[in-house]
């Protein structure tokens, strides 16, 4: 590993982290402002800011595809709502093992927010619907707000 594939990251950029298929846990690592380790794999530079004798027509050629704007479900913290209930909520809602939801809860607790997931508006608005009803039911004051990615 050198200095070369050691990029600083920070929240604002956390849609270009994304779009290449960062992790939610690299997510998390950057709304709390620290440092993260890039993939190596991944290209250090924009196409956009490349040599243009260098760039190739993939590079130029206009996507096909367009992704849809990316919303973060946030996690807020609280001081009542059992850390098990939002493990439990965790695995139900977003399909984490029981280590990545322990891991979030702990993120959540600690730092005051996380993200639990990363999803189109809509589905990201159900999810947050779906968190905060159950639990509502169960007289939890958990609070769950989606927040777009940068770029949006
Ligand atoms: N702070 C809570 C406790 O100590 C646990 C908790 C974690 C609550 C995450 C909400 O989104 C949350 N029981």
């Given amino acids: 590993m050198t200095d070369k594939n050691i990029r600083l990251t920070s929240y604002n ?7 290449h298929g960062t992790s ?25 800011e490349a040599d243009p004798d260098q760039q190739t027509d993939t590079a130029l050629a206009e996507p096909k595809t367009r992704r849809p704007p990316m ?3 946030v996690l807020f913290n609280d001081d ?6 939002v493990i439990y909520l965790l695995k ?4 984490h093992s029981h280590e990545a939801a322990y891991n979030i809860m702990m993120t959540v607790h ?3 927010k996380g993200a639990a997931g ?19 039911i169960e007289g939890y004051p958990l609070l ?3 927040e777009p990615l940068g770029g949006n």
């Fill in 92 to 95: 139900a809602h977003f399909k």
């Fill in 118 to 136: 990363i999803f189109p508006r809509e589905i990201a608005e159900s999810k947050a619907a779906m968190v905060n009803h159950e639990a509502r």
């Fill in 24 to 48: 939610l846990q690299q997510l998390n690592n950057a709304m709390s402002s620290q440092p993260i380790l890039d993939d190596w794999h991944l290209p250090n530079q924009l196409a956009s």
């Fill in 80 to 85: 009542y709502t059992p850390m098990e209930f």
């Fill in 144 to 146: 769950c707000q989606i």
């Fill in 110 to 112: 600690l730092k005051g």
């Fill in 13 to 19: 950029n956390a849609d270009n982290l994304i779009a």
């Fill in 71 to 73: 919303y973060a479900v």
